[in-house]
């Protein structure tokens, strides 16, 4: 394989650049050097790693939602709203299914029937096929940074489009888009999608304009532990660096247990930086971010603001520096902007509650912290070994190896053999290792958590946990228990 984890070369992301920019008729309007003047001229309260960069030296947590609709003039008001009514300090524009499957004749027959109808019948906003000017009128009708969400393969248009938009954040990744999303895209051909936008990213960097990257932490979003998505997360980051990014988000999904998530939180950075040194690439700015409760939530709204708030403190409690935001509506589909702007509200009320309170580190927390640390450190340096030091290709055979294993993802490249359960304090353990390759020490922790739950529950741990852990949040726990 001819996959490398070192700078792509100048006349390969050209040559790719001329094809990437004809794929929609839009990418003509794509000039760098205008795109580089266009981001120069914002100001720095709409850029998105000045604003982390503040948050993160005064210790704050930001909050940020999740939005997007069919129609640019729906989708400003949108966004107004939520940085209004609800208190944005960061905003999103997700972007819909269409786009993300680089389907563009499609988003635009969503366009065109959204007007006809009169509303969104989209699931987001398509930038491609509003074009770059369309994505400036977003940003200019704003006053807070905008980062694209969404959730692509491959995303180099978008992102050279978006980019130019004046767009100062990407999310995603060529693990995180993949494995959660695809089925039967090869892993080594998203890592090279990615590279070319990490390698864009650079290019913009080389000219003094920041652009945050975010790789997307919760993975499938059920029952991830933290190890592996530090892991997928340390990886994008070096893949990142590598191509020339200087700002980096890491993302976690909410597990649910204070202690671990914290725990998940206060480690993340820590290894991000240790591997960027190991691998010998530069110190860049790294902040946090914590995804709000990801899996099933329960379809009365009041009991979706206590998930929510949960979420919340957790975010407070373990100092991330942005928190995403769910909604009352997250069983129902895309919620309305006074549902959205409600999830914000209530998420801020939390974090202002909270902004002087932090979880004081006691013995269980180092511990945690210590196994988070050991487990993540253990898959990274397989990794490096199986790519003989180069991080994509490791990653790639990491994949086929199952040494990184994601749990419920639907990719055929991934290995799905680990069964993750809660042990009896919530916090997600794992029933079945498959091949992730753990010491004796970390697997004999793991069982030992997971026999207590078994002593408390009057069973022997089995599949059924995992079951029953999948549905509980839905009937009001975090811990499947067999009778409430
Ligand atoms: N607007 C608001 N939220 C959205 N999500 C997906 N698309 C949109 C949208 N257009 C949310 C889902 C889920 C998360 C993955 O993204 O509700 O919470």
Redesign the pocket.
């Known amino acids: 394989m001819d996959l490398t984890v070192r700078q792509m070369d100048a006349d390969e992301f050209q040559r790719q650049r001329q094809e990437v920019l004809g794929q929609w008729q839009t990418g003509k309007d794509v000039v760098f050097e205008e795109a580089v003047a266009y981001q120069k001229s914002l100001p720095k309260s709409k850029v998105f790693a000045e604003k982390l960069a503040e948050g993160k030296e005064k210790g704050m947590t930001f909050a940020q939602p ?4 069919a129609l640019l003039n729906e989708h400003i008001e949108l966004l107004r709203f939520l940085q209004d009514e609800g208190g944005a300090d960061f905003l999103p524009s ?1 972007i819909d299914s269409y786009t993300r499957q680089n389907r563009y004749t499609e988003a635009q027959a969503g366009i065109e029937e959204s007007v006809m109808i009169g509303r969104s019948m989209l ?2 906003f398509p930038a491609v096929n509003h074009g770059v000017a369309a994505c400036r009128q977003v940003i200019e009708s704003v006053q807070v940074p905008v980062q694209v969400r969404h959730g692509t393969p491959d995303a180099r248009l978008l992102a050279e489009i978006t980019i130019a938009g004046g767009f100062t954040d990407f999310e995603g990744g060529g693990i995180s888009y993949n494995i959660p999303y695809s089925k039967d895209v090869s892993i080594e051909s998203t890592i090279k999608y990615w590279q070319y936008v990490d390698r864009l990213i650079g290019l913009y960097e080389e000219q003094g304009v920041k652009i945050n990257r975010e790789p997307f932490g919760p993975l499938t979003g059920t029952l991830v532990p933290p190890s592996i998505s530090h892991a997928v997360a340390v990886i994008e980051g070096v893949l990142a660096v590598a191509q020339g990014v200087r700002s980096l988000t890491l993302g976690y999904g909410q597990c649910g247990n204070l202690i671990q998530d914290v725990a998940a939180l206060h480690t993340l950075p820590v290894l991000a930086e240790e591997y960027l040194a190991k691998l010998g690439l530069p110190k860049v700015m790294i902040t946090t971010v914590f995804h709000q409760w990801m899996g099933g939530f329960p379809q009365d709204e009041a009991k979706a603001f206590g998930v929510i708030s949960w979420g919340a403190a957790t975010a407070a409690l373990g100092k991330a520096t942005k928190v995403i935001v ?1 909604t009352p509506h ?1 069983a129902l589909g ?2 309305t902007k006074e549902a ?1 702007a409600a999830g914000i509200r209530t998420t801020k009320q939390i974090l202002t509650m909270l902004k002087d309170q932090t979880l004081p580190m006691t013995e269980e927390l180092a511990l945690e912290e210590e196994m988070i640390l050991a487990e993540t450190r253990g898959i990274l340096d397989r990794v490096l070994d199986l790519g003989e030091g180069d991080a994509a290709v490791g990653t790639v055979r990491a994949f086929q190896a199952g040494v990184i294993d994601v749990p419920f993802a639907p990719s055929r490249y991934n290995a799905g053999k680990i069964l993750p359960a809660r042990d009896t304090s919530g916090a997600v353990r794992l029933l079945d290792f498959g091949n992730i390759p753990f010491d004796k020490r970390i697997k004999e922790f793991h069982r030992e958590r997971i026999a207590q739950r078994g002593r408390d529950e009057n069973r022997d741990p089995s599949f059924q946990m995992v079951i029953d852990d999948i549905y509980a949040i839905g009937k009001g726990m975090l811990v499947g228990r067999p009778r409430g």
């Open positions: 999740r939005a997007g609709v997700t699931n987001g769910k997250e895309i919620p959205n």
